[in-house]
């Protein structure tokens, strides 16, 4: 497998380092070539990174790979956007969509302005995702899991990113024993993902359509509308089916699984943003803040102050 390390003005190249280390560790832990790599750019020249650091590169349009990683940059949200990356983001979204893309910190945005993310659920750095998820809608942001891979794309939050990312792609392509082993010898650190109600959710709406169908249709309704009837009605099946299907895909029953999801956007906006709690429950549709406060802390066993000073 030849995965093409993506270079551009400004961005930090240890990640892409670290990465390669960690692929060629996996060739010497099996004996066999089982990764290989290559330096890209938009130009196909020497690309002139973070810290003063030039790397070679050959041209990303030319390049025969079958993945390709973006690491982060030196921005902020005041300048994650830049028409200088225009170019860029026009060859990546040339790129053959059967060529999956491993983005993280604020490769995620060069990723999503390539429409490389549309429709499909992806995470990035907290201090991005509000200005991210205004510009570009279409992605289902998740801010509640540090990795998110769909098998097709995958993101990662902040600049350590690519670490779950190459141990996914070596159980992947090596089996789980090999990443276990790489993590060991390396003495890598696993990142850390919050133990919430909600930590299962990401795992659940990969499983498939079927799945990501209900969980498109709960962020979009309001909280006062979001039944089983409406939601089946939705999906052209009956409510008996619906909740039938749900129960044996996710262990929850309808109501549960529903009311998490939901929920799951109140902690999204809880951790990621400073609105207050009257704000959030206008904004998703609740009857009222008392009612968000009440089922929140059902589910959480925290009121939704506590859980933001925990978690926030």
Known sequence: MKIGLLLYSGCIPSGLFAFSDML????????????????????????????????????????KIDGLLIPGAWRDSSNIHTEEDSALVQSIARLDRSIPVMSYCTGVYLAARAGRLDGQVATTTWWLLQSIRERFPKVRWQINSTFM?????????????????????????????????IQQYMVLPRP????TPFRELPQL????????????WVEQASYTEMTATALAEHLKTTPRTLS??????????????????????????????GKSIYAISDELGFADDTSLRRSFKQITGMTPGEYRRRFG
Not at 28 to 37: P, V
Not at 192 to 195: C, G, T
Not at 205 to 216: A, E, P, S
Not at 257 to 272: G, P
Request: one cysteine or more; a positive charge; charged letters at 20%.
């Open 24 to 63: 060629l560790a996996a060739n010497t832990r099996t004996g066999t070539k089982q990764f290989e790599f290559c330096w890209l750019s938009e130009q196909g020249a020497p690309v002139s990174c973070a810290n003063g650091v030039e790397l070679p590169s050959v041209r990303l349009g030319g390049a």
């Open 149 to 181: 891979d769909s098998r097709r794309n995958s993101t990662a939050a902040g600049v350590n990113g690519y670490l779950p990312m190459a141990l996914s792609l070596i159980e992947r392509h090596c089996g789980k024993h090999i990443a276990t082993d």
């Open 192 to 195: 850390l993902e919050r133990n």
């Open 205 to 216: 709406m990969q499983q498939n359509t079927f799945l990501r169908d209900v969980f498109y």
């Open 244 to 273: 039938r299907k749900i129960a044996t895909m996710t262990g929850h029953s309808c109501s549960r699984l529903l009311r998490l999801i939901k929920l799951n956007q109140v902690s999204d906006l809880l951790i990621s943003t």
